[in-house]
T-cell receptor, first 109, second 113 residues
């Protein structure tokens, strides 16, 4: 089992560019999540998906969109990147406890 | 909505000394509680969790945590730290009727020789 995988590992964007962060899990979990991690703020939930076909906003959804493509995959899209979105992004999946991916370090200049 | 407070931003301990990290939560009912560890540049690894039952929970790497409902706390302890325990530790709470985790801001642990 690979667990939770994320691509890319690193990304640099210019303000206004768009990109999609990919996440996949092979544990057959129903729930999947996207978090951002910023210094001194812990992890904050951006969006989550309790099951295939459903998505809900978390604490900090503005500027992001998500797609639960199927049970395995949950992508996060930045339509027009802003410097405030510079962060480390973690995907997680859960069936009682959450398993985290290795993270994507995103810099927006 | 649930929330978590980790009062200590940074703790320094000597190798071999005991460690206690504090966590207080706010939630109206019985929460699900978790401790995660994050080494530099890595993702989060689950140390232990509390759902119900025995309030003293054993985890991996020699860690344990105690749920105290009266104090709304879930403090993490280790009797004797190793240099490899230097990392950032996060407490998290999940409501028993939703799917969302709320994290504390984290406590960074430095281990000195």
């Amino acid at each position: 089992n690979a667990g939770v995988t994320q691509t890319p590992k690193f990304q640099v964007l210019k303000t206004g560019q768009s990109m999609t962060l990919q996440c996949a899990q092979d544990m057959n979990h129903n729930s999947m999540y996207w978090y951002r991690q910023d210094p001194g703020m812990g992890l904050r939930l951006i969006y989550y998906s309790a099951s295939e076909g459903t998505t809900d906003k978390g604490e900090v959804p503005n500027g992001y969109n998500v797609s639960r493509l199927n049970k395995r995959e949950f992508s996060l899209r930045l339509e027009s990147a802003a410097p405030s979105q510079t962060s480390v992004y973690f995907c997680a999946s859960s069936e009682g406890e959450e398993y985290f991916g290795p993270g994507t370090r995103l810099t927006v200049t | 909505a649930q929330s978590v407070t980790q009062p200590d931003i940074h703790i320094t301990v000597s190798e071999g000394a005991s460690l206690e990290l504090r966590c207080n939560y706010s939630y109206g009912a019985t929460p699900y509680l978790f401790w995660y560890v994050q080494s530099p540049g890595q993702g989060l690894q689950l140390l232990l969790k509390y759902f119900s039952g025995d309030t003293l929970v054993q985890g991996i790497k020699g860690f344990e945590a105690e749920f105290k409902r009266s104090q709304s706390s879930f403090n993490l302890r280790k009797p004797s730290v190793h240099w490899s325990d230097a990392a950032e530790y996060f407490c998290a709470v999940e409501g028993s009727n939703d799917y969302k985790l709320s994290f504390g801001a984290g406590t960074t642990v430095t281990v000195r020789a």
